[in-house]
């Protein structure tokens, strides 16, 4: 296992910053990013997030020597990549502390070293909910972990508010996908959630006071039906998520769009006006891995679409100064499918 690590960090020294500017790394219409920057060069990278100071980004990664997520740090410039997980089990979903001198981040390593089995994608695409997944906090290094949550249930997709004493999170400790919040110490546990269906995917608001989120909640007899078989073998099919908001206690839940696609990874602008997203919407055919970032108004109006890369545009976030925006994508990538991390200064 330690020669398996070494030769992970040697890949990862020699393929990250090695920035090809390419044509391909801005398509035209894309006329709110300026300056895009390729951060990593291989792998499966995603979901990277800002420190508090907009210095550093926290996001998970693997090269394919090992088929699980770890738990990255590096430079806004794609410098000084470190792994902060411990190379066991299976890692997500992590978020810089405020101040930036701890980390949160998910992992299934309490349960086994191992990688906990993929799902059979043969019946097509779903997603697993792992419930040895438990929520960890841990140096910005890595060390000193202490696990916040420990229910026999799926507890992950955790973020913390703008003044650092608040952690949202998803769970199926009720037995569905719900949004919950808890202090920053793991007590004081709220369910904010209670309608049947996925819930998830959570961020607070800039400004505090709203929590913007994921959900799809299935109507008819057959969807229900579906939903609950899916969520009972530990799955979940992402075929149509819509984007909701809702303030920070649980109260005024209201749906922002309209879609019927596959929209995900909202978050706040920073005017706490709008949201950014990933969708499907724009797709010429929806069953592919084309998504774009989009734009709308928290009252569901003006949908503008953001990039046009006919691949993978997602997990997109602002920096905390609302200068710069980092996402990750297909773009550009050495191989068909290959994910990267991607920073752009935002245009206004």
């Known amino acids: ?129 792992f419930p040895t997944f438990d929520i960890y906090s841990a140096n910005a290094d890595g060390s000193s972990p202490v696990r916040l949550t420990n229910s026999p249930s799926y507890d992950a997709e955790a973020t913390i508010s703008p003044d650092g004493k608040t952690i949202v999170f998803t769970s199926t400790r009720d037995g569905d996908l719900d949004i919950y919040t808890m202090d920053i110490d793991g007590i004081n546990v709220k369910r904010l959630t209670n309608e049947l269906g996925y819930d998830g995917g959570a961020f607070f608001s800039p400004n505090g006071k709203m929590i913007i989120y994921r959900a799809h909640h299935p109507k008819t007899e057959a969807e229900i039906a579906r939903y609950k078989e899916r969520l009972a073998q530990d799955l979940i099919e992402p075929a149509t998520f819509e984007i909701w908001v809702m303030n920070a206690d649980g109260s005024n839940k209201r749906q922002v769009t309209k879609l019927g696609a596959a929209s995900f990874a909202p978050f706040v602008t920073p005017d706490n006006k709008s949201v950014i997203f990933a969708t499907n919407y724009f797709a010429k055919d929806p069953r592919k891995r084309n998504f774009d970032l989009a734009m709308i108004n928290l009252n569901g109006t003006g949908l503008e679409q953001v990039t046009f890369n006919e691949s993978f545009d997602g997990f997109p976030m602002f920096s905390p100064d609302g200068k710069k925006l980092v996402f990750a994508s297909n773009r550009n990538g050495a191989k068909e499918g290959e994910t990267n991390v991607f920073i752009a200064d935002w245009v206004r």
């Open 1 to 129: 296992m330690k020669r398996l690590y070494i030769i992970l960090a040697l890949l990862i020294t020699l393929t990250f910053p090695a920035f090809a500017q390419n044509p391909t790394l801005w398509f035209t219409g894309e006329k709110r990013l300026k300056n895009i920057k390729q951060l990593t060069n291989g792998g499966e990278n995603a979901e990277a997030y800002f420190s508090s100071d907009s210095k550093k980004l926290i996001f998970h990664f693997f090269f394919y020597v090992r088929s699980c997520y770890e738990i990255y740090t590096m430079n806004i410039d794609g410098s000084n990549v470190k792994m902060v997980s411990n190379g066991k089990g299976r890692t997500t979903c992590a978020y810089f502390h405020r101040g930036g001198k701890r980390i949160i981040y998910s992992s299934t390593h309490a349960a086994a070293d191992e990688c906990p089995p993929n799902p059979d994608f043969s019946q097509g695409y779903v997603w697993p909910i």
